[in-house]
Nanobody
């Protein structure tokens, strides 16, 4: 009965970088395909990146080349490295299992502005 807690967001200027983290309890990332999502008042929830149990990755076209998804199965941690950020990346970032959605965690806010 997995639960997710996201962290690592913050406020930064365009062109900046940060890393978001997702901690899972009650299960293992080895069991599920995992994904990062984002949502804002002007943008419906969308996936940003997906990582399979074998470590294969897929990225949304709008972020491809600017983000890297990774995980540490021993720690039940997943990460999203964000680079070259712009204002359109402003959103609350969430993690979940796209194949079978669990309860959403609190998310972590990323705000990009000059």
């Amino acid at each position: 009965q997995v639960q997710f807690v996201e962290s690592g967001g913050g406020s930064l200027q365009p062109g900046g970088s940060l890393r978001c983290s997702c901690a899972a309890s009650g299960s293992s990332f080895m069991t599920f395909r995992m994904a990062w999502y984002r949502q804002s008042p002007v943008k419906e929830r969308e996936y940003v990146a997906i990582i399979t149990t074998r470590g294969q990755t897929t990225y949304k076209d709008s972020v491809k080349g600017r983000v890297t998804i990774s995980k540490d199965d021993d720690k039940n941690m997943m990460y999203l490295q964000l680079t070259s950020l712009h204002a359109d990346d402003t959103a609350v970032y969430y993690c979940n299992a796209p194949t079978s959605i669990r309860q959403w965690g609190p998310g972590t806010q990323v705000t990009v502005s000059s």
